[in-house]
Each structure stands twice: as structure tokens, then as C-alpha cells.
């Protein structure tokens, strides 16, 4: 055999299909054998007591994008990326936003030069559709499409992205005859507005009230106009951030119909709750918690939990979309301080989506480590159509995480090498930690030392999801 780069040995192989002791061998940044006895190779890891698991792919990530109508984000792909492969993560997906009025390809042009040259690891673009005219349906997006960008979100909220039935339906239709993804964002613009007017009018302006503003019967009406709309048109989609029981059980109701509606969920939905947003005062931390959907209660957490074990949802993301607290571009930003109304939504956590969901899932036997790599990496890779990535056999890319179960850990500020000046999870006390991270084959992250480049990721262009497209057969697990 020709000589190995690198040989990581001792370890214990968990992929989402099996656990094995075996060692795993890589040469020009793949993975070439998974076996035991492997020649000795240029380099060597010892992972004894470790877990060798695919790199975390985190599928729902926000960089550089123009806040939802706000600030700046924290992170740029350099800080961003940077955070993701000290979380574990060796690829993220994040969005490519069109501005309404703009065009969809120059949209994604934009963001590539943000991304370029500036990624610690592997990423591709999801577009975000905000102005879908027949222009940017019949011709921007089947080039775009074609090109790899095979999947595109859209949302049912927010003044400046929202779409009404008519555009949804417009936009599930084309998706469905070109065979991308669409990704929903399920929260109800009138009912919010209505809220949000109402709040405002009794004084209730504090961040808290951003999760009084949004309950989850918001959540579950646009989830289940979403999944009417999925059926009239034959469309599967993947309902994003899914907050607690009633979006679950609308989706677990379309499941159960034969229809085609897979689920994502978060690490706040298992972790935060709508208390975390209180203190009524306007300069309390409640608006370090401001996310859409908000994190709701523990009784929630059960639900989500109850999702992820039974199969409702297939992915489990972090959704980070970083804001600072501090400052004229912050959370508490002069606007933000008149209300909830204008507070950035979006929290940081791309660093911490893998321990969490490990800790509380591993850790406390509510999922299997195999459950944990089929969350954390290997379904966004398949439902995602990024080939080559989220599994740990001959012929994939050679992007491993080495996870240390035993270790414990106390989240803080300083570990997660994010842009925004604080995180969500300070405090927060997990149990399993990534301790080296491995991109193509080269030791990008080790002991919490980012030791890649930022140069070192590459765009990945995508194929068609298995699960989309119209008609479409495939099994949902
Ligand atoms: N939707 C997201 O996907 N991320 C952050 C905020 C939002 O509304
Ligand atoms: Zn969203
Ligand atoms: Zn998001």
C-alpha cells in the first residue's frame, strides 16, 4: 500500500450507521482505509479513548449577512468558519440572501467574495429567495440550481422577506420542477404584527416580550400552511428551527400522511428557554436570548427530544446568526432599546451545537452516538447533497472530528472564537468536547488552537437532494 499521510489509531469509529474499534488512514486529504493494523504513516494521531466521528456539518448558519432588518452580524465567514471547526464543525452551509429588488446571482456573487479566501473550512450557499419574479424562477434560479446551489429558503415573516401564499406556492413549484430543497421559515407575518402592535400599545416593549410576541401557535399555523402548500404542489420541504411541540406535531402529522416534510431543529430548543429573555428592564441581557422562533420551556425541550428520537426531525443545527450586545451595532443598539420590535433576531452557537447535543443527548441517553452523527453531520450531508462528506469510510473526504466523551466542560466566552462579544451558553456545563478537528486530512483545531488557515476551505458546489424534487421516492431516514 502506498504510504498513508496520516493515520489516526485507538480511536473508536462512530458513523451514523455502526461503532467500531478501528483505525482510519488518509492520503491527499481523503480517507483511503478503515481497518485495524494499518501501516505506519507519515504522521500519527493516537486517539486512544477518543471517538472518530465525521465533522460536524452544520446546515443552518448566517455569515455576513445584512441583519433581518438591523446591525451588522458579528461574523464574517473568517470568525464565523473560525468557530465552526473550533465546535467540531468541518463544513456549514450558510445563505446567500437576495435583496429584494436585486438580483439572485449577483446576490450570490456578493457573498462568494465575502467567503473567499476567508474559510477555515468547507461551505456551500443555500439561497434565500425574497423577491421571487418569473425573471429570478425561470432564469436565475435553474442557472443557479444547476450551478450547485441546490436549495433555497424562504419565510412567511419579516417585513422585508416575507412572501404571501401566492409567491410561496410560486416558489415551491419551481423548486419542485428543478428538484432543489426549499427550506421554510414558519412564523406568521400578520399575527406577529398584530402582536407586536398590541404589545407596544400596553408598554410591553422589553426583549421578553419578543417571545410574547411569537407564541408557538405562530410557529404551528405557518408550519401547517407550509405543509398545505408542500402537498398542493407536490413538493417536499424542510421546515427549519423547530422550537417545540406544535410545529413538531404538524410535521409528524405530514409524516405520517406519506407526505414529504422533514424537520430541523436547535441547540436552543433543547437548551434555552423564553425565561433566559427576561428581566423587563431594557438593559437587562434578555436581548442576548432574542432569536426566531424564541426559545420557549423545558416542557418544549421534552417534546423536541421526543422528536429527534422518534425521527420527526432529520437535522439538528445551530442556526448561528451572531449579533454583538454591546455597542451602536449591538442587541441594545439606541433603536433596539424602544423595543423588542428592533432587536437583531439571531444568537451565536456555531461552536457549541455539537457539545450540546452530545451532552444532552449522548451524555443522558436520550440518543445513541450514532443518533448524534446522523443529527450532527451525516443527514445534512445527504439531504443537503454534499457529496463525499459526513461519513467515515474509504472514498470521503477526510473530515473527522476526534470527540473526548469523558470531558468536561464549562462554556465560556473565550472558547468559542466567535465575533459576537458573548455567548448564549455562558456557564453552561456539557459533558464530550471536541478536541481535534480535522479538515481534508490536515489538524485544523486542536485543544480549543484553531491551527488552520483561513484560506483552507473550499467552496462546495452541490448535488440535488435525493429528498426534493417533485415525485420524488426516497426514504425520509
Ligand atoms: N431565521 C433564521 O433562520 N435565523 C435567524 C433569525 C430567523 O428569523
Ligand atoms: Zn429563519
Ligand atoms: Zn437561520
Request: proline share 5%; net charge negative.
Amino acid at each position: 500500500m502506498q504510504e498513508l499521510d496520516l493515520v489516526i489509531r485507538g480511536g473508536t469509529v462512530v458513523t451514523a450507521a455502526d461503532t467500531a474499534r478501528a483505525d482510519v488512514g488518509i492520503r491527499d486529504g481523503k480517507i483511503v482505509v478503515v481497518g485495524l493494523d494499518l501501516p505506519q504513516g507519515k504522521r500519527e494521531i493516537d486517539a486512544t479513548g477518543l471517538k472518530v466521528m465525521p465533522g460536524g456539518i452544520d446546515s443552518h448558519v448566517h455569515l455576513a449577512q445584512p441583519a433581518f432588518g438591523g446591525p451588522a452580524m458579528a461574523d464574517g465567514f473568517e470568525s464565523g468558519t473560525r468557530s465552526a471547526i473550533a465546535g467540531g464543525n468541518t463544513t456549514v452551509v450558510p445563505f446567500a440572501l437576495q435583496a429584494r429588488g436585486a438580483s439572485l446571482r449577483q446576490s450570490v456573487q456578493d457573498y462568494h467574495k465575502e467567503a473567499e479566501g476567508q474559510s477555515y473550512c468547507d461551505y456551500g450557499f443555500h439561497l434565500i429567495l425574497t423577491d421571487p419574479t418569473p425573471a429570478v424562477l425561470g432564469q436565475e434560479l435553474p442557472a443557479l440550481v444547476a450551478a450547485g446551489y441546490t436549495s433555497l429558503k424562504v419565510f412567511m415573516t419579516y417585513e422585508d422577506m416575507v412572501l404571501n401564499d401566492r409567491e410561496l406556492l410560486e416558489v415551491f413549484d419551481a423548486a419542485g420542477e428543478l428538484g432543489a430543497l426549499v427550506m421554510v421559515h414558519c412564523e406568521g407575518y400578520d399575527a406577529i404584527r398584530f402582536m407586536t402592535e398590541k404589545l407596544e400599545k400596553a408598554g410591553k416593549v422589553a426583549p421578553y416580550y419578543h417571545a410574547v410576541s411569537r407564541p408557538q401557535s405562530v410557529e404551528r399555523e405557518a408550519a401547517h400552511r407550509a405543509i398545505s402548500h408542500a402537498e398542493l404542489t407536490g413538493v417536499p420541504i424542510m421546515i427549519v428551527h423547530v422550537s417545540g411541540r406544535e410545529a413538531m406535531e404538524q410535521i409528524r402529522w405530514a409524516q405520517n400522511r406519506g407526505l414529504k416534510i422533514m424537520g430541523e431543529t436547535c441547540t436552543q430548543y433543547i437548551s434555552l428557554t423564553a425565561d433566559d429573555l427576561k428581566g423587563l428592564n431594557m438593559d437587562d441581557t434578555g436581548s442576548k436570548y432574542v432569536c426566531s422562533p424564541p426559545p420557549r420551556d423545558t416542557e418544549s425541550w421534552d417534546a423536541i427530544w421526543n422528536g429527534i428520537k422518534t425521527g420527526v426531525f432529520q437535522t439538528f443545527s445551530s442556526d448561528h446568526c451572531p449579533f454583538f450586545f454591546e455597542g451602536e451595532m449591538g442587541k441594545q443598539n439606541p433603536k433596539a432599546r424602544t423595543s423588542f420590535k428592533w432587536v437583531p433576531n439571531g444568537i451565536p452557537g456555531v461552536a457549541v451545537r455539537m457539545p450540546v447535543l452530545w451532552s444532552e443527548g449522548v451524555a443522558k441517553g436520550r440518543i445513541t452516538e450514532n443518533q448524534f452523527v446522523a443529527l450532527s453531520s451525516t443527514n445534512h450531508a445527504r439531504i443537503y447533497g454534499l457529496t463525499n462528506k459526513g461519513s467515515i469510510a474509504p472514498g470521503f473526504d477526510a473530515d473527522i472530528v476526534l470527540w473526548n466523551p469523558e470531558r468536561k466542560i464549562t462554556i465560556t466566552q473565550s472558547m468559542m472564537h466567535h465575533g459576537a462579544d458573548y455567548t448564549p451558553w455562558e456557564g453552561f456545563e456539557v459533558t464530550g468536547w471536541p478536541q481535534t478537528t480535522i479538515l481534508r486530512g490536515e489538524v485544523v483545531m486542536q485543544d480549543g488552537e484553531i491551527l488552520g488557515r483561513k484560506e483552507g476551505g473550499k467552496f462546495l458546489p452541490r448535488t440535488l437532494s435525493p429528498l426534493a424534487g417533485r415525485g420524488s421516492g426516497a426514504a425520509m431516514d
